[in-house]
């Protein structure tokens, strides 16, 4: 039913970009100068019945009509408004036709019937030539048509005519006008339209991009400690956390939609931070969770944490040569939770070392995105400080709750 | 000058290797047992004491853990623990039972030097367990802390800050922020040890007697907590 309706109504399925607009205003063009061919038809035997030169009426009459007609053919071929000159050459015939029509046209004639159809078929001239692109061709035509109309009311004008005569001139006018201001404002939402779909396929680009690097990042990061020499018990280590990344990647690559909303169960995270370091037995990692025991997460945020602790934990071993790590977890009275790895490594400073990808997305990025405050302060030689923290969600304040009503 | 030493270690080669390897403690004792340090008492400004003192072949019946910090400390000496024990309620007991500080055997040589010397003038060196552990004591009105500034401190070398970012956040110097370091650590240790097991289950949000197996209750018997813990 729907496409029933499109075939009969075409510009339902005009695409909503620039070359569909051009191809809109071509029906428009097409449809005025029609129509106004279609209001000359029934006058024009009248027309040559009454006028003093029957031939030169004809004549002129078939050259408007002409024009119409090819006027509509060219803009729906082009799918576009008429160029510059042919526009100049249409305002230059409704002009010439305006001037000539004194000559072809009894006096009583020259207002309110179809007879004159100079000014009418000047009217629908100004509409549709409104789109050309340049300003002065558009003045000029509109200038040159209410000249020729003055000249067309000549030596005929009437006294009891004068405010219909303003009046047609105004219309002139204001019709220039306004279907200009359409034309022009059409034109700039189709531009923004454009543009905005092409920078939303830009960001949907990048956003891939950023994605691919988020899920990619850290198992970069264990193939990479793999390809080093180590002990078999660091190798058994990486091989586990090889386990979980190659699980990541897997969903990923399936397509699977991250869970941005966080849906699903809450994750208690303490024990998942616990758990991440455990996967780093090898570094000096000092857990100290008792104050934030009872911080509860949604998955989304618990996942996105977990990557992050863990790319950080990877940055330890690769890049800071640490004496030791604390990782320490608090939660306030409020609700609100604090997350803080520290490390006593070599550091870096932070004015001046573009931070990685690991750094840069994987952990700010993904967890500013998922509301959670990050802060990372590094100098080379002083260890870096990440703090990690967010206030209070529903879950989190029910989990202080339940930790409040354990404890009494 | 450098401080007097003497060390207890079942372990032959730590008691021999620690003058070479630590220039600047003059090493004055190097004994197997606690027994035999209390024999000899000599004078010593820090006793570094391994907490694994029994072995089966040589000294399957000697005085070892908890117990042995309490009957050196019981002497008048102040001992460092140097041990690979990571269990952090055994570390806490140890600074509970009278031990001005806990050092790991993890640590390079340099490092564990270092402690040693900031034991031996006075300070307390707690590890980072323990002092989560008096945060936690802390923040739940376990123990109490007079100043906000304390709090600050306790707030920040929890998180395992440097002297020196402490300082910074404080707006004191680094030199100013040690001295405070120093009086809190010596000032919360003595609240640790003032503590029953029972207290520190309930803030810790352990169950009852979930401790019992590190805290000690009798100061000085031979047949201590380790051995008997150990062994069940």
Redesign the interface.
């Known amino acids: 039913m729907m496409s029933g309706r499109s075939r009969l109504w075409p510009v339902a399925e005009l695409p909503t970009t620039k070359a569909g607009v051009e191809r809109a205003f071509s029906y428009f063009i097409a449809g005025v100068r029609i129509g106004t061919l279609a209001q000359m038809v029934p006058a024009v035997h009248a027309g040559v019945t009454t006028s003093p030169h029957d031939v030169a009426y004809l004549v002129c009459w078939a050259a408007a009509a002409l024009a119409s007609v090819l006027v509509s053919v060219a803009t729906l071929v082009r799918r576009r408004p008429l160029g510059a000159v042919v526009s100049a050459a249409d305002y230059t015939l409704a002009c010439l036709l305006l001037v000539l029509a004194p000559l072809v046209l009894v006096s009583g004639e020259r207002f309110g019937t179809w007879i004159a159809y100079q000014p009418g078929y000047a009217l629908s001239v100004i509409i549709t030539a409104s789109g050309v692109r340049s300003l002065a061709l558009w003045a000029g035509g509109m200038l040159g048509i209410v000249v020729s109309y003055a000249v067309y009311l000549g030596g005929a004008f009437d006294g009891d005519m004068t405010t219909t005569a303003i009046g047609n001139i105004l219309t002139y006018v204001v019709y220039a006008l306004v279907t200009r201001m359409f034309f022009g404002y059409t034109r700039r939402i189709a531009h923004d339209a454009d543009t905005s779909r092409a920078r939303a396929a830009e960001l949907a680009r990048r956003e891939e991009e950023r994605r691919a690097q988020v899920m990619m990042h850290n198992g970069v990061a264990v193939m990479r400690l793999l390809t080093e020499p180590g002990t078999d018990a660091a190798r058994s280590r990486l091989i586990d956390l090889a386990g979980v990344e190659v699980q990541r990647m897997r969903s990923y690559l399936r397509g699977r939609v991250p869970d941005q909303d966080g849906d699903g169960p809450d994750t208690a995270l303490a024990a998942m931070i616990e758990r991440v370091c455990e996967r780093f037995a090898d570094l000096p990692v000092e857990t100290l969770l008792d104050l934030g025991a009872a911080v509860r997460l949604p998955a989304g945020q618990a996942e996105a944490v977990e990557r992050a602790l863990e790319s950080l934990l990877l940055n330890v071993r690769a890049h800071a040569r640490a004496d030791g790590v604390v990782v320490h977890l608090d939660q306030s009275a409020d609700g609100h939770w604090t997350l803080t790895v520290r490390d006593d490594g070599v550091g870096f400073d932070t004015a001046t070392v573009v931070a990685g990808v690991g750094l840069r997305e994987v952990v700010v990025g993904e967890l500013r995105r998922r509301g959670i405050d990050v802060d990372v302060e590094s100098a080379a030689g002083a260890g870096t400080t990440v703090t990690i923290s967010a206030g209070p969600t529903p879950s989190a304040v029910r989990g202080d709750r339940d930790a409040l009503t354990d404890a009494a | 000058m450098r401080p007097a030493v003497a060390v207890v270690d079942d372990a032959p080669l730590i008691r021999e290797s620690m003058a070479l390897l630590m220039p600047g403690l003059d090493v004055v004792a190097a004994v197997a047992t606690v027994e035999e340090l209390v024999r000899r008492r000599p004078t010593a400004d820090l006793v570094v004491l391994d907490l694994h003192l029994a072995n089966l072949e040589q000294q399957p019946d000697v005085r070892q853990g908890i117990a042995a910090i309490r009957a050196l400390t019981g002497c008048g000496y102040r001992v460092c623990v140097y041990s690979q024990e990571e269990r952090r309620f055994v570390l806490a007991a140890c600074i509970a039972a009278g031990a001005c500080g806990v050092v790991s055997k993890?640590?390079?040589t340099a490092?564990a030097e270092q402690l040693f010397l900031e034991a031996a003038a006075g300070g307390a060196v707690v590890p980072?367990?323990v002092?989560?552990?008096l945060?936690?004591l802390v923040?739940r009105d376990c123990i109490t802390l007079l100043s906000e500034r304390q709090r600050q401190i306790l707030h920040g070398r929890?998180?395992?800050?440097?002297y020196?970012?402490v300082a910074k956040r404080l707006y004191v110097s680094e030199s100013t922020l040690r001295g405070y370091w120093l009086d809190l650590t010596r000032s919360l240790t003595e609240s640790l040890r003032n503590l029953t097991p029972g207290e520190i289950e309930h803030a810790?949000?352990l169950a009852p007697g979930d401790l019992l197996e590190f805290w000690s209750g009798e100061a000085t018997d031979g047949k201590d907590w380790w051995r008997t813990g150990t062994s069940r």
């Open positions: 993890a640590l390079p490092r980072q367990p002092v989560g552990i945060e936690v923040r929890a998180r395992g800050l440097s020196a970012q810790l949000g």
